[in-house]
């Protein structure tokens, strides 16, 4: 790379030996005796480190420097000075001068080294600039992305106060920023276990991505989340979060309309086949009842006849019932003859004689979806089998209820329960029947919350937010 020293300097010889000194050490040197005409080669180029007496014909050094300024010309520089001239010298760098030399005996065999030091100093400037240069370029970028990106782009301490967030929250959220930075992100989840469970995934990985979530609205309302945030590291402070929230609310009642027109679906096909059955099947089996009823006629002996009739008819009976309970499996149409409550109710009257159970239930709901009314249903049948076959329990509770935000169903065994420990990883889920359940309120974007240890029951509490079914 050419390092090039512009050399002012009046005095002919001094100037040539200091040429001669600098140009054996690798620099090239271009010289002017006038200041006037170093201003004019500085308009042309300004890649040089500029070595210049005090004193010039023309003018001095401070006035250089001032039409330097006035031209806006920034370009690095030393001063020469002579025995008496040491103040100056010191002015100078007040000004700007990378160092000052003194005009002594033997400052000839000194020169190189004092402009290669500055020469150095120049190029670690240029570095400095160009870096900082290029900082302001990035942090450019990084505001205008910042500014207009439709995510909720944000950044907070350990402690979860929110230090920086993009102006895209208050479309989502409905939020100015100045109203959430210097609060707790907590402050704006709809359920606190939802932020537990992200603070932990961030102490134990540093990172946590496309965790779906409610947020609430600066109106009140709940809105779903994507969140994927990690821990940085800053190497000059404390460790910060950086994370982004995607809306994906659209997404959510979408794959909640789908859900449902599902489910509506397969109730739909499971009436046609419970109808098939009942309607096809049964009577064919009565008749069947029939003709072997009519064999007490055609056999000689009588009770042979009688016994062998009976046996069939008992066989057959059973197989009538066995259409019927398939039946109802299939399509819960007790839900239509006599809605939720009553079903529920009707089907605990059936299992209290034989089980030694007692029985607690509040239901208490009004109106509600059909496939809402389907998944409580099963639900509360599918818990009370449970608890039946593999709790021993001799007291269940359940209170269904809804008021003007939330619908819930809570269950309440005091049977031999189980060690919930990793309970919410689906690989360590007690049972399919359970697994069955969590996946359904998921799907029908509810929450649940379980807790069992052995000896100590079950407890089960599933809600649902009234806005969002």
Do not use: W
Not at 122 to 147: C, D, G, P, W
């Amino acid at each position: 790379m050419k390092k090039t020293i512009l050399l002012l300097e009046d005095e002919y010889s001094l100037a040539e030996l200091i040429k001669i000194k600098l140009e054996s050490s690798g620099f090239e040197v271009t010289n002017f005796y006038l200041g006037s005409d170093g201003l004019t080669f500085l308009e042309k180029t300004c890649d040089c480190l500029i070595l210049a007496d005090y004193r010039l014909p023309d003018m001095d050094c401070s006035e250089f420097i001032s039409h330097m300024e006035a031209k806006k010309i920034d370009v690095p520089f030393l001063v020469m000075t002579g025995l008496n001239d040491q103040t100056i010298g010191v002015e100078m760098m007040r000004r700007g001068a990378l160092d000052f030399i003194i005009k002594s005996i033997g400052f000839i065999d000194k020169i190189t080294y004092v402009v290669e030091r500055a020469y150095e100093v120049k190029l670690m400037h240029q570095a400095l600039n160009k870096s900082i240069e290029n900082i302001k370029q990035n942090e450019l970028k990084l505001r205008i992305f910042f500014e207009n990106v439709e995510d909720i782009f944000f950044i907070m301490n350990k402690s979860g106060v929110i230090t920086e967030i993009s102006p895209s929250v208050f479309k989502i959220l409905g939020y100015q920023p100045y109203e959430i930075i210097g609060s707790k992100i907590q402050n704006y989840f709809y359920k606190n276990r939802d932020f537990g469970i992200i603070s932990e995934s961030l102490k134990k990985d540093n990172i946590i991505k496309s965790f779906e979530t409610l947020l609430v609205h600066n109106n009140g309302s709940i809105k779903y989340l994507s969140i994927s945030c990690s821990q940085l590291d800053t190497g000059i402070a404390d460790s910060v979060i950086i994370g982004v929230a995607q809306d994906i609310m659209l997404k959510k009642q979408a794959e909640l309309e789908v859900i449902k027109k599902v489910m509506e679906a397969e109730e739909n096909e499971r009436k046609k086949i419970a109808s098939a059955i009942h309607d096809d099947i049964g009577p064919l089996i009565s008749v069947i009842k029939m003709y072997f009823d009519r064999l007490l006629y055609y056999y000689e002996d009588a009770e042979k006849r009688k016994e062998i009739t009976g046996k069939a008819n008992e066989i057959i009976a059973t197989t009538i019932q066995k259409t019927r309970d398939i039946s109802n499996s299939l399509m819960p149409n007790v839900l239509e003859l006599m809605g939720l409550k009553n079903a529920i109710y009707s089907f605990v009257d059936k299992v209290s004689p034989v089980c030694h159970t007692s029985f607690e239930l509040n239901i208490s709901i009004g109106d509600i979806s059909k496939p809402l009314e389907i998944f409580l249903y099963r639900t509360s049948i599918e818990l009370i089998n449970n608890s039946l076959k593999h709790s021993e329990a001799k007291n269940i509770s359940i209170h269904i209820t809804k008021d003007e935000k939330n619908l819930s169903l809570t269950y309440l065994d005091n049977g031999r329960g189980f060690d919930d420990t990793n309970l919410y990883n689906p690989e360590k889920m007690p049972g399919h029947g359970l697994m069955s359940i969590t996946n359904r309120i998921s799907m029908l974007s509810g929450s649940y919350e379980i807790k069992s240890k052995p000896g100590k029951g079950f407890f089960m509490k599933i809600d649902f937010d009234i806005n969002l079914i």
